[in-house]
């Protein structure tokens, strides 16, 4: 296993903040431009929507079926 990056030990390389892997220069602060597309993706979403969710699940309808035979 040889190191494909050899940081400086100078420069503290934070980790990256979407899957913890040590940044790289070209992608600060992530550590790809996949990471980083992750992250934009989170931030274009709004952070925290859910797809598909549920409108009024919790209010339970009374339905009633008719299983009295
Ligand atoms: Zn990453």
Known sequence: MA?????????P?????ICGKPSVQR?????????ADIDLG????????????PLDETEEAPMRRDEDS
């Open 42 to 53: 989170r931030w274009l979403k709004g952070n925290y929507v859910i797809p598909g969710e």
């Open 27 to 35: 992608f600060k602060p992530f550590c790809s431009s996949r990471c």
């Open 13 to 17: 390389a934070r980790p990256c903040p």
């Open 3 to 11: 190191p494909e990056q050899p940081e400086n030990p100078a420069s």
